[in-house]
C-alpha cells in the first residue's frame, strides 16, 4: 500500500484545504501536513502580510507627513487607509529621481516647485487617483491640483 500523497489539512484559521504533498519524501508527509495545520492557509496568510505591510506603510507615511509638514488627508475611512502611502511613496519617488539621483532640481526647487503646491492637495482621491503618474509629471500635475477642484467639469476634451 502506497503512502498518501493528498492530505485534507485544516488550517489554523479553520480553512481547510486539499495538499498534494507528493515532493515531499514519504516519511515526512504525516509531520508536514501536522505543521501546516498550524499555520494559516495561504489566502489567509496572504491577507494578513498585507495588513502587516500597509500598517508599516502608514507608520512611515505619518513620518514622512510630519517630518515634511504634510497636511492630514481628507477622505473615506478606506480612501485614509491608502491615501497617505499613495502620497508618501510617489513624492518619496519623485524626490529620490529628481533630486537624488538625476538632480534636475536642488532641494530649494524640489520644495518650491513640488512641496508647496503638494501641502495644499488634502483630498485623498486626488493622491489615490494620480498615485501611479510619472515623475516627470509630477510639478504639472500638482501645481493644476487646485485648478482641477475648483472647476470640476473643466476637461482637456474639446467635445
Not at 484559521?13 to 501546516?36: M, N, T, V
Not at 524626490?95 to 516647485?113: A, G
Request: aromatic share 8%.
Amino acid at each position: 500500500m502506497a503512502v498518501k500523497t493528498i492530505y485534507s489539512i485544516q488550517h489554523s484559521c479553520r480553512h481547510i484545504a486539499e495538499r498534494d504533498l507528493s515532493k515531499k519524501p514519504a516519511g515526512q508527509r504525516a509531520g508536514f501536513a501536522s505543521w501546516l495545520a498550524k499555520q494559516p492557509c495561504t489566502t489567509c496568510f496572504a491577507k494578513s502580510k498585507s495588513r502587516e505591510d500597509q500598517k508599516a506603510g502608514i507608520a512611515d507615511a505619518e513620518h514622512f507627513e510630519n517630518q515634511n509638514e504634510l497636511p492630514k488627508l481628507d477622505g473615506s475611512e478606506k480612501q485614509l487607509m491608502w491615501a497617505p502611502i499613495f502620497r508618501h511613496k510617489l513624492i518619496f519617488k519623485a524626490h529620490e529621481l529628481l533630486v537624488d539621483t538625476d538632480q534636475v532640481m536642488t532641494e530649494e526647487e524640489f520644495e518650491d516647485r513640488i512641496m508647496v503646491p503638494a501641502r495644499r492637495i488634502t483630498g485623498s482621491g486626488w493622491w489615490m487617483d494620480n498615485h501611479d503618474c510619472e515623475v516627470e509629471d509630477l510639478e504639472e500635475l500638482v501645481t493644476t491640483a487646485i485648478d482641477d477642484v475648483a472647476v470640476p467639469t473643466a476637461s482637456e476634451n474639446p467635445f
